[in-house]
């Protein structure tokens, strides 16, 4: 496997084992000589991560999803511009947890066009798409249960749908994690499973529900075939 140069991303929702797989995917990269690059979305920059506590802190009910999503993307310039670009030129393989795949699942499902997400991602970051994205699919109540936080059914409340948003962050406050809606996260699902069809870059679905070492096998091999 060659790795020098390339630009995965691990995506998924939360209890889908994303940090796990990208610990294994960055001890395999050293273990054959190769240089890891680690990044997160949004964030990764003294600058996204200013976006990432106003995304954090600010009551998203009240955040149109395109001022939203221009936010997010906003994040990344920064991030492709500061670390992604030049870790690849130094032959350095970036692994990042979540990118633009993300937002097509979340902010899709807060009903933003994906084809509008996918512009304005072209926008942001130019021609620097992922070499490869794994999608970590795991049922929404199974994610629920493995973090220990409460699933509701969706209400008509857009606050109830713009909370759920939170979920792409690893460090959002719980009680607000906890009034994402179920249905909400089950379009999330649904998108993220269709992103093979409509993402500009390659992307591969694997099943989370597992072990995480039947996991990281299939993780391993969508790997190994990206960078043969």
């Not at 350095?92 to 066009?113: E, H, K, N, P, W």
């Not at 909400?184 to 597992?210: K, M, S, T």
Request: hydrophobic share 40%; proline share 5%.
């Amino acid at each position: 496997m060659e790795f020098g140069g390339k630009f995965i991303v691990i995506d998924g929702p939360d209890g889908s084992g994303k940090g796990t797989q990208l610990e294994r995917l960055a001890e395999l990269i050293e273990f054959h000589g190769g240089r890891c690059r680690r990044a997160r979305d949004p964030g990764g920059t003294a600058i996204g991560d200013r976006i990432r506590h106003v995304l954090l802190g600010y009551d998203l009910s009240r955040m149109d999803p395109h001022c939203e999503t221009l936010l997010f993307m906003a994040s990344r310039a920064q991030l492709v511009a500061e670390v992604v670009r030049p870790a690849l030129q130094a032959g350095q393989t970036v692994l990042c947890d979540r990118f633009i795949s993300a937002t097509c699942a979340y902010q899709g499902a807060a009903g933003m066009s994906r084809e509008d997400i996918i512009a304005l991602g072209r926008l942001a970051v130019g021609d620097t798409w992922p070499h490869l994205t794994i999608v970590l699919d795991l049922p929404p109540e199974v994610g629920f249960q493995r973090t220990g936080r409460k699933a509701h059914h969706a209400r008509k409340n857009s606050m109830d749908r713009h909370a759920g948003q939170l979920s792409m962050f690893d460090d959002a406050k719980p009680d607000a994690m906890e009034r994402r809606p179920l249905e909400f996260h089950r379009r999330v699902r649904q998108l993220f499973r269709e992103l093979p069809a409509i993402y500009p870059a390659p992307v591969v679905i694997v099943d989370a529900g597992r072990d995480a070492d039947s996991v990281w096998n299939d993780v391993k091999e969508a790997v190994r075939r990206a960078t043969d």
